[in-house]
């Protein structure tokens, strides 16, 4: 599959019109119980923590589709094969549960699995071991009937016939789902899981790339990868910090498949609860935002720390997340011990944030023209303070260890088009690097030699040369004085191509390399082959 893009060289144009921009025209955003209470939830928790969503404001600011995770079940259907909710931890029933939340202005939703059982073992949709009839009509029409708006469908235990591949199994059995979903009637937004069955390490693999692409054609949003960490009430101190990063550190790289409808989800906001200091669950709400991804939260609301309860509740940086341009921030650079980030926005603002990764507080700087606003200054606000202030030529802070400073800029009257400006990330989440009039791949190191442009005559440059495809296969890349040929043109696909426009090959480090000083080449495209794929600036 290889679309290509349109005009703009830097991303992929926005899915067309269809379900996901009517049910998540911007993230989902609420609560859920799996991260804080795993299979401890009751009907009890779930109607406390909605109570404190609307008690605390977080309901009215956009935390409303409550969603009752794993364990909610009986172990067994009924003699109909209909699914039952736990009597003992659900003596309502679902719903009544539907109804509680609904009569509070809250959405509700729902757990389930596309396996023949859920992650906990508790019956799944899909069809049992051995193969035979799945049940995925009946349960949408069970949620349906419950009044069910958000469906999570998990993707433990799927059953894979003998001579099937995996993908294709999960494929069916979402589709099967979204189908039986839409045949209801009723608007139920629907997070995939399946990405994360696939997903092998921070830069993935042609399987990840290829499920990535199509559950953005089944629901609203996806988990792309592993869980964040959940809370664990015997250890209610341990650090969940290097979780966040994980899932951060997966998430960041795969702006290309969000937009309007498509959002990217790497788990749960997890501010506010033991394991994170206030300046770890503040950063997690700024990376959050930055990145458009659902904010749904998993701790207990009604014992939020002061500092995560302002942060979630942050208009200014709910603003970012939920902005209707649902573009996600690309890494403008990134050297281990901050990272940078840049979203566009919705009327020509630009959100920035660094990220200090360090165990001390550390002062940065970052110059205007390195974030995409060249000869340019700007209105900043400071979206922790609220104060605003003009930039200058760059903005400085002095970022808390583990922190993220968030901004708004807004560029003064007379500063050109913002200029896509940053990384070009690749293989192995190794950066293209200038080397001489050479192009190589090497560890990201924050330097000028890794700071690209896209442009709008769709060149990449770096320290005023041109990435230029060359004219044999087996050629490397150059680095040349910018000419406007064809062999500099380069577009951004959707898959995260990077098609040449005079060979029509793609950019690629050869043989899957990631090693320091590969030189970069092209080769013939391929099916998201991860050597291919590139995570451009925004
Ligand atoms: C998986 C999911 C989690 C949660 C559990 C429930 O691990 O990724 O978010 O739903 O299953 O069992």
Sequence with gaps: MLCLAGAAPAQAAPAPASDGVRLAATPPMGWNDWAHYQCGVTEATVTANADALVSTGLAAKGYSTVTVDDCWMAPARDAHGDLVADPVKFPHGMAWLGGYLHARGLKFGIYEDAGSATCEGYPGSGSPQGGGPDHFARDAAAYAAWGVDYLKLDGCNLYV?????????????????????????????????????????????????????????????????????????????????????????????????????????????????????????????????????????????????????????????????????????????????????????????????????????????????????????????????????????????????????????????????????????????????????????HTCTATPDQRWTLNPDHTYRTLGHCLTAPASPDAPAALSPCTGAPAQSWTATPDGTLVNAASGRCLEAPAGATADGTLLDTGACGHFLPQQVWSVPN
Aim: aromatic fraction near 8%.
């Design 161 to 441: 016939a003998p001579g099937r591949g995996k993908e294709e199994a999960y494929r069916q059995a979402y589709e099967a789902q979204a189908t039986a979903l839409r045949a209801t009637g009723r608007a139920i937004v629907f997070s995939v899981s399946a990405p994360a069955y696939f997903q092998h390490g921070e830069w993935g693999d042609s399987a990840w790339f290829d499920v990535l692409a199509w559950s953005g054609t089944v629901g609203q949003l996806w988990r792309e990868g592993r869980d964040i960490t959940t809370w664990d009430p015997a250890r209610p101190d341990a650090s969940r910090w290097a979780g966040v990063l994980n899932n951060y550190g997966y998430n960041r790289w795969l702006g290309r498949y969000a937009s309007p409808g498509h959002w990217n989800d790497p788990d749960f906001l997890i501010a506010g609860a033991g394991g994170l200091t206030d300046d770890e669950s503040r950063s997690q709400v700024a990376l959050w935002a930055m990145q458009a991804a659902p904010l749904i939260l998993s701790s207990d609301v009604g014992h939020l720390t002061a500092a995560a309860r302002a942060a979630l509740g942050n208009p200014a940086l709910i603003a970012v997340d939920q902005d209707r341009l649902g573009r996600q921030a690309g890494v403008v650079a990134t050297d281990g011990a901050t990272d940078v980030l840049a979203r566009p926005l919705a009327g020509g603002d630009r959100a920035v944030a660094v990220l200090n990764r360090g165990p001390a507080a550390r002062t940065v700087t970052v110059r205007l023209a390195d974030l995409g606003l060249p000869g340019c200054s700007a209105t900043a606000r400071d979206l922790w303070t609220g104060r605003a202030s003009a930039t200058g030529d760059a903005l400085t802070a002095t970022v808390p260890a583990h922190g993220t400073a968030i901004w708004r800029l807004t560029p003064h009257p007379g500063c050109a088009r913002t200029l896509p400006t940053g990384q070009l990330t690749g293989n192995g989440a190794t950066c293209a690097t200038a080397t001489g009039t050479a192009v190589t791949l």
